[in-house]
């Protein structure tokens, strides 16, 4: 399908679509300067742009927003002049259209706040996404999903059944056509062999600075150490259990006077908002995975 737009009116203004460009490659000098050199050349007008040049890992990371209503090729010659582009800087891209929105499952046990806060979030336009179902161990979460009218998956697991729940979950996921799945409080352990199948495409919510209070209980073992500052992570999910590449964290500072209960419902908070915000840049295509940590091409 070409990418530029005709109208069946010629008085009328054409409607551009709009697409994201993300890419990354060896950092050398003029690689900027040689995908933007391309753009314009094929009639791109851009509209947002971002970069981060890492000195560490010598990667340079780029995020480009832009339209069709200049273009003056097809979908077909943009890609290819992009793939001849890639081979010689040594680039991976990913280009979609802006409204083609990334398919995610949501995978969660009891508690319903990050439930909420995504549900929500997605009804009024806010995330990016589209939640094509919800998958749970348990069914305590089924009414609030099916009140969303999003398809609910009761997947019950036990020790012994924990290889062919996996299964299903991949089976599921590609049933769905699944881009991203989202640990809203999952509180199942993914197997090796699973985290290693859904690198960079799994989010999960930790509840604390990774990786401060591992396990259960972990509001409760803040309390006993008297900490000042409680917070929430989301990261992206790897076999090191809560250690993968981190993507947004939120924080509140607390004193003495907290019960375990006040920090409870505000670590509650925290999480909905990080696992919200993580999920939001992700959907936007601002995440880049750099190694062990992120690039966040804001």
């Known amino acids: 399908m070409p990418l530029t737009t005709s109208l069946a009116t010629p008085s009328m203004t054409p409607l551009a679509t709009h697409y994201i460009l993300t890419w990354q490659c ?18 791109a007008f851009i509209t947002e742009t971002s970069q981060y040049s890492d000195p560490y890992t010598e990667t340079f990371f780029s995020r480009v927003a832009f339209d069709d209503r200049n273009l003056t090729v097809s979908s077909h010659e943009f ?9 010689p800087l040594a680039m991976k891209y990913q ?16 508690d319903d706040h990050c439930l909420v806060s995504l549900l929500t979030k997605w009804r009024s336009g806010a995330l990016p996404v589209n939640i094509v179902g919800v998958m749970s161990n348990h069914d305590d979460c089924q009414a609030l999903t099916q009140w969303h009218n999003v398809p609910f998956y009761h997947l019950p697991i036990t020790a012994e059944t924990k290889q062919s729940q996996e299964e299903k979950i991949i089976a599921l996921m590609r049933q ?5 799945l989202v640990l809203a409080r999952y509180m199942q352990i993914l197997s090796n062999e699973l985290c290693q199948q859904l690198q ?5 919510i930790h509840h604390s600075f990774l990786p401060s209070f591992k396990g259960a209980r972990p509001y409760h073992q803040a309390h006993a150490r008297g900490v000042k500052v409680i917070g929430a992570t989301a990261h992206y999910v790897t076999a ?9 964290q939120e924080v509140k500072q607390i004193n003495h006077t907290f019960t ?3 920090m409870v419902h505000m670590g509650h908070d925290l999480e909905a908002t990080a696992l919200s915000h993580a999920v939001k840049i992700h959907a ?5 995975l750099n190694g062990a940590k992120t690039v966040i091409l804001a």
């Open 176 to 180: 769905l056509n699944v881009d991203l």
């Open 284 to 288: 936007e295509q601002r995440v880049c």
């Open 26 to 43: 060896p950092d050398n000098s003029g690689v900027l300067a040689k995908v933007s050199q391309s753009l314009f050349l094929h009639g």
């Open 95 to 110: 280009l979609r259209k802006r409204d083609d929105v990334p398919n995610i499952l949501i995978a969660v046990s009891k």
């Open 260 to 262: 375990i209960e006040q």
């Open 79 to 87: 890609v290819a002049a992009l793939e001849a582009l890639a081979k």
């Open 200 to 204: 960079g495409k799994a989010i999960n």
């Open 240 to 248: 090191d259990l809560d250690e993968g590449p981190i993507i947004a």
